[in-house]
Every structure is written in structure tokens, then in C-alpha cells.
């Protein structure tokens, strides 16, 4: 069972766009919501984390919002560049334990 | 800094034939961990260790053992390879304690078993 779902799967944008990924979680124990981004050939990497105390947090161009109720969080990124081409990761994790579920990923595209 | 290395980062396997896929982590974390990153599916947790000597079954263990000796190393073998287990191998480790997780990753081990 997918405890995290993502979309879309594929997201094609301009240069300077503001591409959005969405994600949907099921378990309300799940405290810790980070992204991973991962360029090709290599491992994913921690962008951005947020906890469910909060709604929104900010790093750099790369916002998280988070919506509590819904359940629904999602990765913003603010004037998109080519170098943000890569494939994301929403993810959640419970309580103490520190096993991730990960979304299935969504590839960005962001064209010059 | 090494962080987190993954050998091989590519190997070709026969039906049947076993392997030992290595890991090493040069960051003292007592954390471990390996996936398996397949198209569409994200990544899925294979096995996990939370200190030397100390494993549990993650989603998808079937068909793969792990060990934990010493707190640097967490192989992952493969017994009897079969053509499902054709991925892409992501080993990650991280500090056990603290309210967040920065879990870091290796560079990965692409399988491919025909």
C-alpha cells in the first residue's frame, strides 16, 4: 500500500516558472515530511524538511506548504531554473522510528 | 569525506546467482539502511539497522539478507537473483536520536538480472 502518493508524475516548465509537486499522506502519525531531490546517477539529497506544527517554510527559492487537515503537502519552486532539472521525493516519516515512505517521484523539466 | 560508498555501482547477474551488494559509512551513525528505486515507484525500503548487531524487515526484504557487524558496514546479498530484483540499489544512513532525520544516500548500485 502507498502510504505517501505524489503527482504529477512528469511536470515540464519554462525557465522562471513556478512548478508545483503535490503529495497526500494517510497516516496522521507521520510528524516529519521532508524532499529529496536527485539528479541523474546519483543519490537523492535532502532539499528541504518541514514538521506538521508548521504551514509554511521557506529555503532559498524552495517553499514547502503544508495543510494539516487535508493532509496535503506540497513543494513549491520559486524562478525555476534549468539546474533544478531533477527527480523529486516527497516523503514521511512517524514518530521516533527512522524509516522513510517515500512518494513515487515526480521528473522536472525546466526548459532554458 | 567519503559520506556514504556503494560498490559496485553496476553489476550484471544470471538467474540464480547470489551476490553482496556493500556499503560503507564513514559518518558514525548508528542508522542504516538499503532501498530498491524502481520506475513509478519511488523508493522502497528493503532492510534497515539501527546499531551494530540489530536489523528489521523493511516493505520489500523478500529475497534479500542483511548483517551488521560493525557500525561503518551493512551489506545487502541477494541469494538466488531473480529477474524482480532488477533496480537500482540505494544504500543511506543517519544519526539515530534527534527530532529530525537527514538521512544521506549513496550514489547507488544499478543491477540488472537476466
Known amino acids: 500500500q502507498q502510504q505517501v502518493k505524489q503527482s504529477p508524475q512528469s511536470l515540464i516548465v519554462q525557465k522562471g516558472g513556478i512548478p508545483i509537486i503535490n503529495c497526500a499522506y494517510e497516516?496522521?502519525?507521520?510528524?516529519?515530511f521532508p524532499w529529496y531531490q536527485q539528479f541523474p546517477g546519483k543519490g537523492p539529497a535532502l532539499l528541504i524538511a518541514i514538521r506538521p506544527d508548521v504551514s509554511e517554510k521557506k529555503e532559498g527559492r524552495f517553499t514547502i506548504s503544508f495543510n494539516k487537515s487535508a493532509k496535503q503537502f506540497s513543494l513549491h519552486i520559486m524562478d525555476s531554473q534549468p539546474g533544478d532539472s531533477a527527480t523529486y521525493f516527497c516523503a514521511a516519516r512517524m514518530g521516533s522510528a527512522r524509516q522513510l515512505t517515500f512518494g513515487s517521484g515526480t521528473q522536472l523539466t525546466v526548459l532554458p | 569525506n567519503a559520506g556514504v560508498t556503494q560498490t559496485p555501482k553496476f553489476q550484471v547477474l544470471k538467474t540464480g546467482q547470489s551476490m553482496t551488494l556493500q556499503c560503507a559509512q564513514d559518518m558514525n551513525h548508528e542508522y542504516m539502511s538499503w532501498y530498491r528505486q524502481d520506475p513509478g515507484m519511488g523508493l522502497r525500503l528493503i532492510h534497515y539497522?539501527?546499531?551494530?548487531?540489530?536489523?528489521d524487515q523493511g516493505e520489500v526484504p523478500n529475497g534479500y539478507n542483511v548483517s551488521r557487524s560493525t557500525t561503518e558496514d551493512f551489506p545487502l546479498r541477494l541469494l538466488s537473483a531473480a529477474p524482480s530484483q532488477t533496480s537500482v540499489y540505494f544504500c543511506a544512513s543517519s544519526y539515530y536520536g534527534g527530532p529530525t532525520n537527514i538521512q544521506y544516500f549513496g550514489a547507488g548500485t544499478r543491477l540488472s538480472v537476466l
Open positions: 539497522s539501527v546499531g551494530a548487531g540489530i536489523t
Open positions: 497516516n496522521t502519525a507521520f510528524d516529519y
